[in-house]
């Protein structure tokens, strides 16, 4: 029976019916005999069986030939894209039903808490690469619903770069570690990748968002989520419009800087990994609410875009997200293969009250996951694996194949037959039998693309002119870093043409870093992705200006700020700290819901100034500043004598500094931070004011020290310290 780890709360991950239906599969060994594969009790698990005691060891020892042929065999070919991942199970929980709109049972009951999991994922990385790659972030979530499973197989970013199914393998193989050396690992910022990026004009506007620091979250909890293509929906009279799917994260969207998530790739590469299990242990569960763009069918062609084109979102202030559910991740897996690396996801696992549209890009998806599955899973039984099997019962003609688990009875497994009463029994569409939309198509077969997708670079300036100026800075600094790491200097100078087309100033700061010239005006878009017999002119991309100008969704500027529930804060302290501020301020922070760490030159509680004992978390060996969104050094003048001479301590505050985070200190601490390069940048006062805008607390109340200090962290990040670039950490 399932038993989940000892220092969990019972209780504290709650079960759901796909959870059970796992406990049926689930071994605990606690308190158990050790055996062989069949059931044999094992003597002695530490010794091959060999004539004599220096003897060859004997072929027959099956127990030995057993576990070694086992351990040879345990590994799977990894995921083609998103190797690396990390899954958690969850409940969705419809608020208002859409039975208008759609059929589909869990859009309809909001009664039903509906079974999920969840996989988040690096698109280009091995299985083992850093969390904190710059990235695309998979989001995929599979419903365990009453009608079968429906899988959404989405993103972190609402476009993809290519419009066509057909370019995506030479897109991976652009953006993989090249051919030759297999070099560089989880990483956009090579020659292939934007050798293809500056021929394929179409993948501007999602190199946008990859630029931007869409590209390196906070956590995993922290970012919103996808379905990128427009599907539809059908209602129970047959009706269907289009929709377009988000996640919306109750804690908002955040991001680490690219400095930060280059030293957390080495300080803790399982750094989103972990997030994301502590929160789902310590019962912080992460939440998301479903939204919904419904667009009525008569409506398709009133937009300035394709909805069929997969590089467009249609923007909120045209189409409002409706939010109408929400997801809480309440349970981490018991098992990672068994579960987060067995999973398998299909944008066509699909339920009555949904169904695809022609988005060239989701037709081509519609083949490749089973197709994949099928290899990296082994054979076409993948449904049995415990994770994947929906909570209905599956009753078809299917049969046989490679570890086959389900016994079928009964003589006939094809259809029609008399000889089994015609079972299993296809189901009218009335009593939930799936029925595809009859969409009317009436074409030439062509290999081309439609006038309507040829605008590629409206959106990508949406974009960019929808962000904040920090925000702007960064992708300016991640375009410079990324071409800057690519050797041809055609392919840097071929990128700024494309840039140009999205915004001059944006072309010219990356070229100037780059030192390369802007063209004079904005080049001419080329599209060199043309058919043989093509004529390129009637491939070429149109220049659309956008009537809208700005979209506030685009930007993080703008999310949610009202809570530091399961932020890191750490706490610097050595012998002689002053536990009363100590102790203040840490159970402040607890109190609003933050992880609070202690950290000290060495490991062993420390002996506070009037005597007491404070548990230490971590040394300075151990800890870094970028593991943590907010530091705290409290006042005891051998603490903060020691910290001051303490050379880790005085960097740990440089980099908190540099990443922009809330810093706070008791006055008495002061010379710990004179030590700093940011002396001479601390703010004239503490009101509060100040505090929401510069981000740094002191004062010799911890009490109103705790409070300002929390109102500062909700912010995230005070991006202006920036400007300056002068703190060397
Ligand atoms: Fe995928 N994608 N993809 N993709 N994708 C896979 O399926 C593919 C695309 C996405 O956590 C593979 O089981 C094609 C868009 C996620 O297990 C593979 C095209 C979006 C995951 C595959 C796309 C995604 C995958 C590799 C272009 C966002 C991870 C392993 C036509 C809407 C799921 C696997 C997980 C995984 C194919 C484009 C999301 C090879 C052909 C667009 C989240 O089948």
Redesign the pocket.
Known sequence: MAKKDTQVQPGTQPENEKTRSLEVHTADAAGKPMTTDHGVKINDDQHSLKAGERGATLLEDFILREKITHFDHERIPE?????R?S?AHGVFKLYKSLGSVTKAGFLNDTETETPVFV???T?AGSRGSTDLARD?R???VKFYTKQGNFDL???NMPV?F?Q??MK??D?VHAVKPEPDNEIPQAASAHDTFWDFISLMPESTHMIMWLMSDRAIPRSLRMMEG????TFRFINDKGEASFVKFHWKPLLGVHSVAWDEAQNISGKDPDFHRRDLWEAIESGAFPEWELGVQIVPEADEFKFEFDLLD?TKIIPEELVPVQRIGKMTLNRNPDNFFAETEQ?????GHIVPGIDFTNDP??Q??L???T???LI?LGGPNFHEIPINRPVVPVHNNQRDGYMRQTINSGKTSYGPNSLGNNDPQQVKAADGGFTSYQERIDAKKVRSRSKSFFDHFSQAKLFFNSQSDPEKNHLIDALSFELGKVKTVAIRQRMIGILSLVDEGLAAQVAFALGLKKPKKPEQPINHSIPADGKPLDFQPLMIEGKLKTSAALSMSGTIKNTIKSRKIAILAADGVDAKSIKTVQSGLIGAGAVVQVIAPKLGPLVAADSSEIAVDESFLTAASVLYDAVYVPGGTNSVATLEAEANAVHFLNESFKHCKAIAADDQAMQVLEATYFSNKLPEDFSDETVLKEGIVMGNDPAKLAKQFIQAIMQHRFWEREKPRQVPA
Request: hydrophobic share 50%.
């Open positions: 995921r083609i894209v998103h190797a991942g899954g996989r988040f994922s698109v695309v998979g989001f995929a197989v989405g993103n993809f290519i066509d199914a995506f393998p897109l996808f379905g990128v293509h997969p999973v398998a996801f299909h944008v890009l989701l081509g998806r083949f490749s996951y197709d994949t599955q990296r």
